[in-house]
């Protein structure tokens, strides 16, 4: 079955006669599976508890030198933040999702300059994988170029997208234009290594339109008739610090955005650290963070799904653990302890996430 699978992306991905007779040589398949157990308490509700699963599996092929393409499918539904689907509804099919398309070209002609462009891993620099603006889970669509320069200890990285946000037959289509440049600077011998940077992404007609995707404002503020009340141009700084402690890896973030089309409620910040690197049999990770984040500093549709329960307008704590059992196999919790409403009525919010995680390639 899995050789059947392979041939057939294989064959979708590598079209140009050439490669066909080795196309073998050029592609790789990997994938994943996490099996959840989720507890969500929020006030003013029951307790929920529920069994989710998320599979994924990708290929890759290479074209020619020059040009890589590829495709990823994964269980969910058609939610730009999440490939998790909940287990339940009397033993139902569960959905299978385009998560990936992409192809990604480079050229000798300009080394360090990579385009890429379809359905994407997300581009940008994430300082200790800061889900501030973007959840970890969302795939952009349009096209993206980055160019890498390297001298001696310091690399500087230069990242340009063009991103469609949603298509309107009868209405100017919104779309994202965004910059963002970084730093990285290598000390103690490449032990430590600092970054630092910043970013702008400006959201082209959103204000008096619907929130994006399924027309829920997560957080963010609407008018009477249920349309963004704001412009988004976000301007985004942070920082980054990693080093190790008697070999221990130790990573330090810090990350912050202020939306400049709205007049109030628009600033957000993150700081946190990550401890550990699951990579053996025993290993293990410690990760924790603390942010707030007011209505409008981000579009609530793409920011963290996981904290408050998805969207803005929140403040609190993210702490989580992992261990790695045996080879590609790891144990994990992670617990959320928030406060959503920051300007009005408040209320708690709280999601425990215990999951085994599953890795083949």
Known sequence: ?????????????????GMASEWWENVKVKGDLRYRH???DQEGKDVRNRQRIRGRIGISGQVNPNIKVGVQLATGSSDPVSTNQTLGDGFSSKS????????????????????????FKNPFFLPGESELIWDSDLNPEGGTASYEYSEDKLKIALIGAGLYAEERSSDGDSWIGAGQGVAELALNDGKSNVATGGGFFHYGNLKGFEPLFDGEPKGN?????????N?????ELFAQVETKLDDIPVTVMGDYVTNTAADSLKTGWLIGCHVGKLKDPGSWAFRYNYRELKKDAVIGTFTDSDFRGGG???KGHELGGSVQVMKNAAFGATYFINTVGLDAAKSDY??????LQLKFQ
Do not use: C, N
């Open 1 to 17: 079955m899995k050789t059947i699978l392979i041939a057939w992306m294989a064959s979708a991905l590598l079209t140009s006669s």
């Open 38 to 40: 989720e507890m969500i």
């Open 96 to 119: 299978i999702v385009l998560d990936l398309a992409y192809f990604t070209m480079t050229h000798q002609a300009v080394p360090g300059l990579t385009v890429t462009a379809g359905k």
């Open 221 to 229: 503020s609407v008018d009477s008739v249920d349309r963004l009340a």
């Open 231 to 235: 412009g988004y141009d976000l301007i």
């Open 312 to 314: 803005t307008d929140a």
């Open 350 to 355: 709280s999601k425990l996430q215990v999951d």
